[in-house]
C-alpha cells in the first residue's frame, strides 16, 4: 500500500491564481480530511469527508472548496490564492468514524504551498 | 466542542521517562483520546488512543483517570530521535466528526 499520497510536495503561486491539491489514499478510508499547518503552528482543520459524496466545513474553510467523487480521491481546491493561504497541506485518511470515536489519522507526506 | 490543553513545550535528556499531560475537561462520554507524534517537515503520526485506564503499546503509555478530564502520554527511556511535537486530540461528534488539534507539546530531548 502506498498509504496516503499528496501532489505536488512544492508549489509556488502568484495572488489570484486558482489551483488544485491531490490527495489518494489507497487503503479504502472512509474518511478523510485537509489540514494546513502554518509555521511553528498546530494543524487546522479545513474540510473533510465522511464518505463519497459528502463533505463539510472544518475550521478554516474559506478560500478553499472539495468534493469526494470517489472513496480514494479528495482533491483540495483553492479558489483564488492569497498570501494568508501560505502554508503546508496535509492530507489524511481513516476507517470509519461514523460508527465509532476512533480517530487514528493516517497523514500524507505535505504540500508546502508560497503565494506570493 | 472538546478542546485539549497541553503544555507548550518541555524538555528532557537521554534516557529519562517523559510524562505529558493533557487536559480534556469537556470529552463526551464516546470520545477516545488519542496522541500523535510530528517531526518537522513530516505529517503527524499516530502514538497511541485510549478509553480509558491505561494503554500501552511497544512506543508509550497512555494513562487515562477515570473521570477522563485529563490524560498523561509516558514515553520510557527518550532518545534524541524523540524530539518531536506531541498533539493531543479528542474526538468531537457535536454536529460531525470533526478532529481539532491544539498546538501540541514541543519536546526537546537533550544528550
Known amino acids: 500500500n502506498a498509504g496516503v499520497t499528496q501532489t505536488p510536495k512544492f508549489q509556488v503561486l502568484k495572488t489570484g491564481q486558482s489551483m488544485t491539491l491531490q490527495c489518494a489514499q489507497d487503503m479504502n478510508h472512509e474518511y478523510m480530511s485537509w489540514y494546513r499547518q502554518d509555521p511553528g503552528m498546530g494543524l487546522r482543520l479545513i474540510h473533510y469527508?465522511?464518505?463519497?459524496?459528502?463533505?463539510d466545513q472544518g475550521e478554516v474553510p474559506n478560500g478553499y472548496n472539495v468534493s469526494r467523487s470517489t472513496t480514494e480521491d479528495f482533491p483540495l481546491r483553492l479558489l483564488s490564492a492569497a498570501p494568508s493561504q501560505t502554508s503546508v497541506y496535509f492530507c489524511a485518511s481513516s476507517y470509519s468514524i461514523r460508527d465509532s470515536a476512533s480517530y487514528e489519522q493516517y497523514f500524507g507526506p505535505g504540500t508546502r504551498l508560497t503565494v506570493t | 466542542l472538546a478542546k485539549t490543553t497541553q503544555p507548550i513545550s518541555m524538555d528532557s535528556y537521554e534516557g529519562q521517562e517523559v510524562n505529558i499531560t493533557c487536559s480534556h475537561n469537556n470529552i463526551a462520554t464516546n470520545d477516545y483520546i488519542t496522541w500523535y507524534q510530528q517531526f518537522p517537515s513530516q505529517g503527524p503520526r499516530f502514538i497511541i488512543q485510549?478509553?480509558?485506564t491505561k494503554v500501552t503499546n511497544e512506543v508509550a503509555s497512555l494513562f487515562i483517570p477515570a473521570d477522563r478530564k485529563s490524560s498523561t502520554l509516558s514515553l520510557p527511556r527518550v532518545s534524541l530521535s524523540d524530539t518531536a511535537v506531541y498533539y493531543c486530540?479528542?474526538?468531537?461528534?457535536?454536529?460531525?466528526?470533526?478532529?481539532?488539534f491544539g498546538a501540541g507539546t514541543r519536546l526537546f530531548v537533550k544528550a
Open positions: 469527508s465522511v464518505g463519497a459524496g459528502i463533505t
Open positions: 486530540l479528542v474526538g468531537d461528534r457535536a454536529g460531525g466528526f470533526k478532529t481539532i
Open positions: 485510549g478509553y480509558k
